[in-house]
């Protein structure tokens, strides 16, 4: 079975641009979190959505949004991009979400550098 | 406030050798923690977890310890092999919450 996959793996924008993320989620997993993780730091909590809901939210500003699909895919919209936005941005998926010992699978990332 | 620390940026252990990394936290509300480990260009792979009503939880090489009193739990891994060399995140959370608090890693280097 395939893992999470995240589209695109990099990624070059310049400041003020808009930039999309997307991804896929293990099959049968109905939940995504998206991280981020800046050079140095431990991946830090954007959004966790399930069965398309938003349930819940980092502490992060209003440029970035995200949405989850039917299908269960998700993607992580961020506006007005700033140099501070280049990072690793990871996407983990679950059975469900916030359920008892529930494991996060990740995956590759997309790496985003903003000029 | 980092609620999950990591306090030794990197480690280097020999060959065959035993590999003890560490991980702190402060809310007691945590009742999950696992362990990933990343390579350079990867997304963290997900190691092994322990769920706060046990201590100790074994997987082959790696075993993790739970100290609930202490709030610290390692991870030892025996024997120690290349392959090994990556960054380990320590990670936790609550049942019933959605998200994961992670420390900020410990590069472990296993040299020939």
């Known amino acids: 079975d395939a893992g999470v996959t995240q589209s695109p793996t990099h990624l070059i924008k310049t400041r003020g641009q808009q930039v999309t993320l997307r991804c896929s989620p293990i099959?049968?997993?109905?939940?995504v979190s998206w991280y981020q993780q800046v050079l140095g730091q431990g991946p830090q909590f954007i959004f966790q959505?399930?069965?398309?809901?938003?349930?819940g939210r980092g502490n992060f500003p209003d440029r970035f949004s995200a949405r989850q699909f039917p299908n269960y895919s998700s993607e992580l919209n961020v506006n007005a991009l700033l140099l501070g936005d280049s990072a690793l941005y990871l996407c983990?998926?679950?059975?469900?979400?916030?359920?008892?010992?529930?494991?996060?699978?990740f995956g590759p990332g997309t790496r985003l550098l903003v000029l | 406030d980092q609620q999950v620390k990591q306090n030794s940026p990197s480690l280097s252990v020999q060959e065959g050798r035993i590999s003890i990394l560490n991980c702190d936290y402060t809310n007691s509300m945590f009742d999950y923690f696992l362990w990933y480990k990343k390579y350079p260009a990867e997304g963290p792979t997900f190691l092994i977890s322990i769920s706060s009503i046990k201590d100790k939880n074994e997987d082959g090489r790696f075993t993790v310890f739970l100290n609930k009193s202490a709030k610290h739990l390692s991870l030892h891994i025996v024997p120690s092999q290349p392959g090994d060399s990556a960054v380990y995140f320590c990670?936790?959370?609550?049942?019933?919450?959605?998200?994961?608090?992670f420390g900020t890693g410990t590069r472990l280097k296993v040299l020939a």
């Open positions: 959505y399930y069965e398309k809901e938003e349930r």
């Open positions: 990670a936790a959370s609550t049942s019933g919450t959605y998200k994961y608090i």
């Open positions: 099959s049968g997993h109905k939940s």
């Open positions: 983990a998926s679950s059975l469900f979400a916030g359920g008892l010992d529930e494991t996060q699978y």
